[in-house]
């Protein structure tokens, strides 16, 4: 049994934080910002909005798309570094706000590699007889976790969410192959030192700003280089297929440069490569749910279309899937 996506939605906050605003606070400038990351400027969610919230109303249009109700699911996976509380699971707060009491709901961390590991998970749910209808959902705030006196972190993230609905069923896009991967030795080049057991929140951890991103920028972007070329053809092998089958590459929106670099490994021209970027920044686990909505919106995918989704995050994570629309 194969699992298909049958539905898709998104959500954006409607502030918009551009880089002429962060001029003002950091020591930055657009032409900077742009040249190196592709980013003109990204969402930023209200103090009172959070991860729950904006997953919410991206399950509320991948539901309506998908003709599914919330009532039909049986399973909801959110996939988020930045849930509203430590714990319980920021998909419980999903699953109340959409009355679907019947559905299992849990939490899943994997950076911005996160939205395809939970497509994956889901995938593998449904094929097992285990779910008949899930619905996946990638969210993040990191507005509340970046530091905004560091212009090297501050200036590359945004907030938002993603949904994707699977089924059985023969749906838009049956998913053909999949790929994921991690290297826990490169942990402390993108990683939050506190809040968790070995950083507890204290008034020391606080005056030392540890609640916020980390990020060794230059090795992240050598690692995300490599790899998102090297998964992309690993999942696109598994579904059988080479790369010139390959309609639209969508890949995870963190940095421009990044995002060439792979479509040149995979030597597909910048008009099969879906790019946001510059609107959003990196909404981490939000960013590929996001980009696969909006290129399905745009009527940049169409039936028959192979499309391939990547990844990679803090972990260090990565992921890729094939999808037949």
Same mark, same amino acid.
């Given at each position: 049994?194969?699992?298909?996506?049958?539905?898709?939605?998104?959500?954006?906050?409607?502030?918009?934080?551009?880089?002429?605003?962060?001029?003002?606070?950091?020591?930055?400038?657009?032409?900077?910002?742009?040249?190196?990351?592709?980013?003109?400027?990204?969402?930023?969610? $209200?103090?009172?909005?959070?991860?729950?919230?904006? =997953?919410?109303? @991206? !399950? +509320? &249009?991948? /539901?309506?798309?998908?003709?599914? #109700?919330?009532?039909?699911?049986?399973?909801?996976?959110?996939?988020?570094?930045?849930?509203?509380?430590?714990?319980?699971?920021?998909?419980?707060?999903?699953?109340?706000?959409?009355?679907?009491?019947?559905?299992?709901?849990?939490?899943?961390?994997?950076?911005?590699?996160?939205?395809?590991? $939970?497509?994956?998970?889901?995938?593998?749910?449904? =094929?097992?007889? @285990? !779910? +008949? &209808?899930? /619905?996946?959902?990638?969210?993040? #705030?990191?507005?509340?976790?970046?530091?905004?006196?560091?212009?090297?972190?501050?200036?590359?993230?945004?907030?938002?969410?993603?949904?994707?609905?699977?089924?059985?069923?023969?749906?838009?896009?049956?998913?053909?192959?999949?790929?994921?991967?991690?290297?826990?030795?490169?942990?402390?080049?993108?990683?939050?030192?506190?809040?968790?057991?070995?950083?507890?929140?204290?008034? +020391?951890?606080?005056?030392?700003?540890?609640?916020?991103?980390?990020?060794?920028?230059?090795?992240?972007?050598?690692?995300?280089?490599?790899?998102?070329?090297?998964?992309?053809?690993?999942?696109?092998?598994?579904?059988?297929?080479?790369?010139?089958?390959?309609?639209?590459?969508?890949?995870?929106?963190?940095?421009?440069?990044?995002?060439?670099?792979?479509?040149?490994?995979?030597?597909?021209?910048?008009?099969?490569?879906?790019?946001?970027?510059?609107?959003?920044?990196?909404?981490?686990?939000?960013?590929?749910?996001?980009?696969?909505?909006?290129?399905?919106?745009?009527?940049?995918?169409?039936?028959?279309?192979?499309?391939?989704?990547?990844?990679?995050?803090?972990?260090?994570?990565?992921?890729?899937?094939?999808?037949?629309?």
């Amino acid at each position: 049994m194969s699992a298909s996506i049958l539905g898709t939605g998104h959500y954006v906050p409607p502030r918009v934080v551009t880089n002429a605003e962060l001029e003002k606070t950091v020591a930055t400038t657009d032409e900077w910002i742009v040249s190196r990351t592709g980013i003109r400027e990204r969402r930023i969610a $209200a103090d009172d909005q959070h991860v729950s919230d904006m =997953a919410y109303e @991206a !399950a +509320k &249009k991948a /539901l309506e798309s998908s003709g599914v #109700k919330a009532s039909e699911l049986d399973v909801i996976i959110l996939a988020t570094l930045t849930p509203d509380y430590a714990w319980p699971a920021a998909a419980c707060l999903v699953q109340r706000k959409l009355g679907a009491p019947q559905a299992a709901a849990f939490d899943i961390s994997a950076a911005c590699s996160g939205f395809v590991y $939970a497509l994956s998970v889901g995938a593998g749910m449904i =094929a097992s007889g @285990a !779910a +008949k &209808k899930v /619905l996946v959902l990638g969210a993040e #705030k990191l507005s509340a976790a970046v530091d905004w006196t560091d212009r090297n972190t501050c200036v590359l993230f945004g907030d938002g969410a993603g949904a994707a609905v699977l089924g059985a069923d023969n749906g838009r896009g049956r998913i053909l192959g999949l790929h994921l991967g991690s290297d826990g030795n490169a942990v402390e080049l993108l990683y939050q030192p506190g809040g968790g057991t070995v950083c507890p929140a204290s008034e +020391k951890s606080v005056a030392e700003r540890q609640h916020f991103l980390k990020m060794n920028g230059k090795d992240v972007f050598k690692f995300a280089v490599k790899v998102m070329g090297e998964a992309a053809e690993k999942a696109i092998g598994k579904a059988g297929l080479t790369n010139a089958d390959i309609a639209l590459f969508i890949p995870h929106q963190a940095n421009i440069r990044i995002i060439e670099a792979a479509a040149k490994r995979l030597d597909l021209p910048m008009d099969k490569v879906f790019v946001n970027i510059d609107k959003y920044g990196n909404t981490s686990a939000a960013s590929v749910g996001i980009a696969l909505d909006e290129a399905v919106s745009q009527g940049r995918v169409k039936k028959g279309d192979k499309v391939v989704l990547v990844a990679f995050g803090a972990g260090l994570t990565w992921a890729s899937a094939v999808i037949e629309w």
